[in-house]
């Protein structure tokens, strides 16, 4: 059996080439000996719904490059972030992955694990939670991606400035999981390891809940030193992305 792999918050865009390449070189060397690949949300830095692959040629090429995946025998599999919450069926048929709800429990090597993005965890952030209830809801999604491109580009804009001005504002703590969640989720879901992104807080964190020992494994960006979590051997490992 091949390693199963775990990515978040790669956050591609094209004012971050460095980014890209390296995400193109873990497709062809890691992903493609890979058994499956998970991609837990973030992929891009903003999706605004799936004619972006008719107006952005890296989304186009990104798309191009995850569907060579799957006839060389790798799963994979999308869940949605905060910032590609719009990624629809035309971008998971053209790439050759399948959507994942958040959350998702999945079975690897006779282990179970329940797989996030990781903002729901992030429920002290009120605003957020607001936020993320309103562009969830599908009758939004749905009068949304009726508007023209260029106009859905200028609204992403100022809901990102706002975005960028109201954290500066916020407490650290705020912006992570609050841990009476983490609990309730461990909890709901049998106590099982988790892994998750968003926080941009790469860490391995043990909680014990009710008696048991529940791993939380949160992934890091691809901002700096990127790296992916490997489920390889038993173990979960971090790896750094590949160089140049
Ligand atoms: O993304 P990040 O890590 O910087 O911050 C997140 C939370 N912010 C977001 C917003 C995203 O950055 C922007 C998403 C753009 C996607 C656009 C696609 C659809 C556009 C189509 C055109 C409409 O998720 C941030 C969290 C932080 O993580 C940590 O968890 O704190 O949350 C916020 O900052 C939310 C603010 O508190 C509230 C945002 C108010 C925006 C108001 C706009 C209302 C109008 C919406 C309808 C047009
Ligand atoms: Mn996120």
Same mark, same amino acid.
């Given at each position: 059996?091949?390693?199963?792999?775990?990515?978040?918050?790669?956050?591609?865009?094209?004012?971050?080439?460095?980014?890209?390449?390296?995400?193109?070189?873990?497709?062809?060397?890691?992903?493609?000996?890979?058994?499956?690949? &998970?991609?837990?949300?973030?992929?891009?830095?903003?999706?605004?719904?799936? $004619?972006?692959?008719?107006?952005?040629?890296?989304?186009?090429?990104?798309?191009?490059?995850?569907?060579?995946?799957?006839?060389?025998?790798?799963?994979?599999?999308?869940?949605?972030?905060?910032?590609?919450?719009?990624?629809?069926?035309?971008?998971?048929?053209?790439?050759?992955?399948?959507?994942?709800?958040?959350?998702?429990?999945?079975?690897?090597?006779?282990?179970?694990?329940?797989?996030?993005?990781?903002?729901?965890?992030?429920? $002290?952030?009120?605003? &957020?939670?607001?936020?993320?209830?309103?562009?969830?809801?599908?009758?939004?999604?749905? +009068?949304?991606?009726?508007?023209? &491109?260029?106009?859905?580009? +200028?609204?992403?804009?100022?809901?990102?400035?706002?975005?960028?001005?109201?954290?500066?504002?916020?407490?650290?703590?705020?912006?992570?999981?609050?841990?009476?969640?983490?609990?309730?989720?461990?909890?709901?879901?049998?106590?099982?390891?988790?892994?998750?992104?968003?926080?941009?807080?790469?860490?391995?964190?043990?909680?014990?809940?009710?008696?048991?020992?529940?791993?939380?494994?949160?992934?890091?960006?691809?901002? $700096?030193?990127?790296?992916?979590?490997?489920?390889?051997?038993?173990?979960?490992?971090?790896?750094?992305?590949?160089?140049?």
């Amino acid at each position: 059996m091949g390693d199963t792999l775990f990515i978040s918050d790669l956050h591609l865009h094209h004012t971050r080439p460095e980014t890209s390449a390296a995400f193109f070189r873990f497709i062809k060397q890691q992903a493609r000996q890979a058994e499956a690949l &998970y991609i837990l949300g973030d992929l891009f830095e903003v999706w605004l719904g799936d $004619d972006q692959l008719d107006h952005d040629p890296l989304s186009q090429q990104v798309c191009q490059s995850i569907a060579t995946l799957a006839p060389a025998g790798v799963a994979v599999f999308f869940m949605h972030g905060n910032r590609d919450f719009l990624i629809g069926n035309r971008f998971a048929d053209s790439a050759k992955v399948t959507l994942l709800q958040d959350p998702t429990t999945i079975t690897v090597k006779n282990k179970n694990y329940l797989l996030l993005h990781g903002d729901t965890l992030c429920t $002290d952030d009120v605003a &957020y939670q607001q936020f993320r209830a309103l562009t969830r809801d599908p009758a939004w999604q749905q +009068a949304t991606l009726a508007k023209a &491109y260029a106009e859905r580009v +200028a609204l992403a804009q100022m809901i990102r400035a706002r975005s960028d001005s109201e954290k500066a504002t916020k407490a650290e703590d705020i912006m992570d999981v609050s841990p009476d969640t983490v609990a309730a989720v461990l909890r709901q879901h049998g106590y099982i390891d988790m892994i998750h992104g968003h926080t941009h807080r790469p860490a391995r964190h043990s909680h014990f809940i009710d008696g048991h020992e529940c791993i939380r494994h949160v992934l890091a960006d691809w901002h $700096d030193e990127a790296q992916f979590l490997g489920l390889t051997d038993m173990a979960l490992a971090t790896c750094k992305r590949p160089p140049q």
